[in-house]
Nanobody, 121 residues
Framework: QVQLVESGGGLVQAGGSLRLSCAAS??????MGWFRQAPGKEREFVAA????????DYADSVKGRFTISRDNTKNTMYLQMNSLKPEDTAAYYC????????????????WGQGTQVTVSS
């Protein structure tokens, strides 16, 4: 069983930056990713990264502004978010799964509890 804990959320002004972290309880060979869900909206894919970090994927809405990375020595994944917009406001969840495709389609085996990001205009 893999437990995921997100941190780093908060309140930031539009144009600002935040870095989210997702710490895994154990070291695995899993791909990992980020999703977000705004009030009244469906959960949406944000970014994914392979175990080796050789492959990354991003939603069009965050390309060029967000960067996903990981440090396997710390069992931790990151999401650097720059040029934040009010529409980025959401609860952000991390996910882990042996398959990056499973993550991108929202069918990951493991999920965190989420961290709130609020971007004020």
């Amino acid at each position: 069983q893999v437990q995921l804990v997100e941190s780093g959320g908060g309140l930031v002004q539009a144009g600002g930056s935040l870095r989210l972290s997702c710490a895994a309880s154990v070291r695995t060979g899993n791909a990992m990713g980020w999703f977000r869900q705004a009030p009244g909206k469906e959960r949406e894919f944000v970014a994914a990264i392979s175990w080796s970090a050789s492959s990354t994927d991003y939603a069009d809405s965050v390309k060029g502004r967000f960067t996903i990375s990981r440090d396997n020595t710390k069992n931790t994944m990151y999401l650097q978010m720059n040029s934040l917009k009010p529409e980025d406001t959401a609860a952000y969840y991390c996910a882990a799964d042996p398959s990056r495709n499973q993550i991108m389609t929202g069918r990951a085996d493991y999920w965190g509890q989420g961290t709130q990001v609020t971007v004020s205009s």
